[in-house]
């Protein structure tokens, strides 16, 4: 996991979104905030178990457009909130995993950079 924060500009977005929000350390999945599922039909989800009816369809939009827009947002805002989604229920130890080894090393750097870590 350090690898992937270290290797591009993904860390500085989720401390950005700290800042703004004031508790991404309190998030339940970070997934839409590092991930992007893109399926062959063109859906896109934050992780491999968003269901079709869910989904954004890519079509004549770019990842870029899809990643920043108002998809995206509005399931970072719901998680910025404490909030789940029903798909939630399914999800694997894999990703919870992948949020807690997230958790730590954004708390990590938060306190490195003397920011308060209200986790």
Not at 18 to 27: F, I, P, Q, S, V
């Amino acid at each position: 996991m350090r690898s992937i924060l270290s290797t591009n500009h993904v860390h500085l977005a989720l401390l950005e979104a700290a800042d703004r929000a004031g508790g991404l350390l309190r998030a339940p999945c970070f997934n839409p905030f590092w991930f992007l599922h893109l399926r062959a039909n063109g859906q896109v989800g934050s992780c491999g178990f968003w269901r079709p009816m869910h989904a954004e369809k890519l079509g004549d939009r770019s990842l870029e457009a899809v990643w920043y827009g108002d998809y995206y947002r509005r399931m970072r805002d719901r998680l910025l909130e404490g909030a789940l989604f029903d798909v939630c229920s399914d999800c694997n130890l894999g990703f919870v995993e992948d949020t807690l080894a997230i958790r730590a090393l954004l708390a990590e750097e938060l306190t490195r950079r003397g920011a308060p870590v209200d986790a």
